[in-house]
């Protein structure tokens, strides 16, 4: 073997120890949003941000198409529900981990994104300080929530729902109760329309209730929503 071979030889075997970069898809609606983010992942040694997204539908096309090592996507996106495609993309790209990133703090929105199949929920107000650990513990398989939002959640566990209904079905129908229409409510739970009939069909059929008065009788019943609570049809 020449010297030249035992040079080539060597370079190989460093290039083949040297740490895989992890390759990441960055899904935000807002390109000032995303700029600043790229800008934070980029600076970052073995971070590489493969693709950019601005709504659901392509954040999904990139990540089938990249298979990248970690999903970075925001909660509240055009072309469908965040929530609801997380499991679709989990299906579609086994390999890929995900991480939201939100400015929702409620732990409800947290529990679900995490139990969909995210390892990591971090809040858009502390991006800066945690979005690279949370990047960085998703690629290697391990989960990150927001500190404050998790103690929170240890805190506050949630109540058990009454009468067989989900936690999103009560979430649901205190919205119901409070005078929202399903458009309203699914922008504010991130679901699709769609998705909140199908809920009101189910929590109707389990309370064996149908008008919207008797929905709202049945909450404040069940103290899901104050007494002064009122609404619009």
């Known amino acids: 073997m020449s010297e030249g071979d035992v040079t080539t030889a060597d370079e190989a075997a460093a290039e083949s120890s040297a740490p895989e970069s992890i390759r990441i898809v960055l899904a935000d609606d807002h390109g000032v949003v995303r700029s600043g983010l790229r800008m934070l992942l980029d600076s970052e040694d073995g971070f590489e941000v493969v ?58 929105f947290a529990r679900e994104a995490l139990a969909a199949g995210a390892l990591g929920y971090v809040l858009k107000e502390a991006a800066d300080d945690e979005l690279v650990e949370a990047v960085r513990r998703a690629a ?42 399903n458009a309203e409510i699914a922008e504010q739970l991130y679901l699709s329309v769609r998705t909140v009939e199908t809920h009101r069909s189910h929590i109707q059929q389990k309370l064996r209730l149908s008008s919207r008065a008797e929905l709202v009788g049945y909450a404040l019943d069940r103290g899901l929503i104050g007494g002064d609570s009122g609404g619009g049809s």
């Open 51 to 108: 693709a950019e997204a601005s709504d659901v539908e392509s954040a999904r096309r990139f990540v089938r198409g990249h298979h990248p090592k970690v999903l970075v996507l925001d909660l509240n996106m055009p072309g469908g529900s965040s929530l609801e495609a997380i499991p679709l993309i989990r299906q579609e790209s086994p390999a890929t981990q995900i991480v939201v990133l939100t400015m929702q703090q409620e732990p409800a």
């Open 140 to 181: 290697a398989g391990e989960s990150y929530l927001n500190p404050r939002l998790g103690a929170r959640i240890a805190s506050e566990p949630p109540p058990g729902p009454p009468d067989d209904l989900s936690e999103r079905e009560v979430d649901v129908l205190r919205l119901i109760a409070l005078g929202h229409t």
